[in-house]
């Protein structure tokens, strides 16, 4: 069994990204993780990234816009918060 320790995989894999492939000699992934001390997730591991380029044009376009302030909701994972019962950004913002 080997076990690997990753940084910073919620803003972007960026430890993940440093780690030497050719040095891990498992063919198989568990993927753990955590929103705090008391739970543990259980899943497979994967993940993408791509990079597009592609020439734009911007139109200017004159449009009546509104500034919505959603505050004083709890933080925290999000996985972890949907099917609890508690208001967060996510679940509002369908409404």
Known sequence: MECVFTVQEETGLTGAEKIDV???ESRLVI???SS???EI???SC???RAVLNRD???EEKVMNTVTV???GLFGGHSVARLTKN???LTKLQVY
Request: glycine share 16%; hydrophobic share 45%.
């Open 41 to 43: 997730y259980v899943s």
């Open 56 to 58: 734009v044009t911007f």
């Open 69 to 71: 302030a959603i505050t």
């Open 46 to 48: 994967g993940g993408a």
């Open 31 to 33: 993927g753990l993780d």
């Open 86 to 88: 508690v208001e967060m």
């Open 22 to 24: 050719s040095m891990l």
């Open 36 to 38: 705090g001390e008391s």
